[in-house]
C-alpha cells in the first residue's frame, strides 16, 4: 500500500490552505482532488477581509488573479432596500480561478497535487492516522490525514443526515451576463426561506447564488429557472436585476442539504484533522466560508507541525468557531423568516457592518 507522513483529501480552499502551509514549512504533503481540473462549484465567490488577509498570507494575491473589488453591500427585500459601505476591502473571484491558484502555490512549494482522483471511504489506523481508499481501488496509508472534502462527505466519516420533517438549505449558482450597476458592490435579495447574492466576478460576468430552503424549491417544482421567474414576478428589483438572463438555459451547480450550523463533535478521539466545512459550516449568507476555511487549514498544519493531536486541534478550532457560527446562524433565520425588513433597519445602522465583520471572524 502506498504511504505518505500527511495526506490532504480535497483540493478547495481548505485543503489547498493546508498543503501550503504544510509545503512551506519544509513538511510537503500528497493532496489528493476529485476534480480533474478547477470547475465552478457552488459558491458566491465573495472574499471578504479576512479571506483576502489570508491569502495573501499564502502567498496568493487575489488581484492580480482579477478579483474585483467590492466597498458596498446593498440587501434588497421585498419593497426595502439599504447600502453601506463594507468596513473591510472585499473582492469577488470565481471558485475555479480561487481554487487554481490556491493548488498551484502548494504544487510550486512543493507539495504532490494529484488532481482527478477521488477518496471513496476512510479507515482510522489502530496506530493513528488513517487509510484512505479510493475510486480506482487503490489505497493511501498516513499517519497524519486531513479531511477537506467540504460539502462532500466521505463513507466513514459521515456527517449527520437532516432530520426527517427537516427543511434544509440548497445552493444553486448560475453566471449572469456583466452588469455595470454591480461594479463595486455585492447585492443580497433576501425573501421567504432563502436568499440570492450577486457580485461580479474576474471576466465581468455576474456570480448568481442562492440559497434556498428545499421546500421553496420543491414549490418551484425543483428547477432552478422556475424558482428565479418567481422570486422575480414577487420582486421588481429582483426582476430589474436578472432581466430575462436566469431563463437562458445557463447551466446550474446545485447542491444538496447544505449543513449550515454544523460543528465537528468533541470529545471522541478523532483521528482525522478536519478543515473547513468538514470542520465546521457557517451560513453561507455571512460570506466568511472561505476565510474559515483558508485559516483551518493554515490552523490544523500549524497544530500537526506542532505534535498537536487531531483531537486538540478539533477542540482549539471549535472555541474560535463557534461564537461565529451561532451569530451568523441567528443573521440567516433573521434574513430568511418573515421579519426579515428587521434586517434592513439594523444594517442601516451605523456601525452595524463592522460589528457584525468582528462578530463572524475566526482569524488566522
Ligand atoms: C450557497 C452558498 C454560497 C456560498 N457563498 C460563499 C461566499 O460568497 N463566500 C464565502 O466565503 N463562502 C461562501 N460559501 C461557503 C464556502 O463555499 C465554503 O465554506 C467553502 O467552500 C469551504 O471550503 P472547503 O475547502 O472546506 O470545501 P469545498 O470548497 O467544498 O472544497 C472541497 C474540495 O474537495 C473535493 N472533494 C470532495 N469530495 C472528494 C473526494 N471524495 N475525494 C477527493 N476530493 C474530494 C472537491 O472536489 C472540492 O474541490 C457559500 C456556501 C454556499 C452553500
Known amino acids: 500500500m502506498r504511504r505518505t507522513d500527511a495526506l490532504i483529501v480535497g483540493g478547495g480552499p481548505a485543503g489547498a490552505a493546508t498543503a501550503i502551509t504544510l509545503a512551506a514549512a519544509g513538511r510537503p504533503p500528497l493532496l489528493i482532488e476529485r476534480a480533474a481540473t478547477p470547475r465552478p462549484v457552488v459558491c458566491g465567490g465573495f472574499l471578504g477581509g479576512d479571506a483576502l488577509a489570508a491569502l495573501a498570507a ?22 426595502h432596500m439599504v447600502e453601506r459601505r463594507l468596513p473591510f476591502a472585499a ?11 490556491l493548488r498551484d502555490r502548494a504544487l510550486a512549494l512543493g507539495a504532490i497535487v494529484e488532481t482527478g ?6 479507515e482510522d489506523r489502530p496506530e493513528g492516522g488513517a487509510i484512505v481508499r479510493l475510486d480506482d481501488g487503490s489505497a493511501i496509508a498516513a ?16 456527517r449527520p443526515r437532516p432530520a426527517p420533517g427537516a427543511d434544509p438549505a440548497v445552493g444553486l449558482r448560475t453566471v449572469l451576463p456583466a452588469d455595470p450597476d454591480l461594479a463595486g458592490r455585492i447585492e443580497l ?38 424558482l428565479i421567474a418567481a422570486l422575480a414576478a414577487a420582486s421588481p428589483r429582483f426582476a430589474a436585476r436578472i432581466g430575462g438572463a436566469a431563463a437562458t438555459g445557463e447551466a446550474w451547480q446545485a447542491i444538496a442539504a447544505v449543513p449550515y450550523g454544523w ?4 470529545g471522541a478521539e478523532e483521528a482525522l484533522y478536519r478543515v473547513g466545512d468538514q470542520a465546521a459550516v457557517i451560513a453561507s449568507l455571512a460570506g466568511d466560508g472561505i476565510a474559515i476555511a483558508l ?19 478539533a477542540r482549539a478550532l471549535a472555541a474560535r468557531t463557534g461564537r461565529p457560527i451561532a451569530i451568523a446562524g441567528a443573521i440567516r433565520r433573521l434574513a430568511e423568516g418573515p421579519h ?4 434592513l433597519r439594523a444594517a442601516a445602522l451605523p456601525g452595524a457592518a463592522a460589528l457584525a465583520a468582528r462578530l463572524t471572524r475566526v482569524g488566522h
Do not use: M, W
Request: net charge positive; with cysteine.
Open 91 to 101: 473582492a469577488g473571484l470565481s471558485r475555479a480561478t480561487l481554487d487554481a491558484a
Open 263 to 266: 460543528q465537528q463533535p468533541l
Open 58 to 79: 499564502l502567498g496568493i494575491d487575489a488581484p492580480a488573479l482579477g478579483a474585483r473589488p467590492i466597498h458596498r453591500l446593498r440587501i434588497v427585500a421585498g419593497g
Open 117 to 122: 482522483r477521488a477518496a471513496r471511504a476512510i
Open 295 to 313: 485559516a483551518s487549514g493554515a490552523i490544523a498544519a500549524r497544530a500537526f507541525l506542532a505534535g498537536q493531536s487531531p483531537a486538540d486541534h
Open 143 to 158: 499517519p497524519a490525514v486531513f479531511l477537506a472534502t467540504g460539502k462532500h462527505d466521505l463513507r466513514g466519516s459521515p
Open 189 to 226: 435579495h433576501l425573501f421567504d426561506r432563502g436568499y440570492a447574492g450577486l457580485l461580479v466576478q474576474e471576466d465581468g460576468s455576474v456570480n448568481l447564488c442562492l440559497s434556498v430552503a428545499r421546500s421553496r424549491l420543491a414549490e418551484a417544482d425543483g428547477n432552478p429557472a422556475r
Open 340 to 343: 426579515r425588513a428587521l434586517l
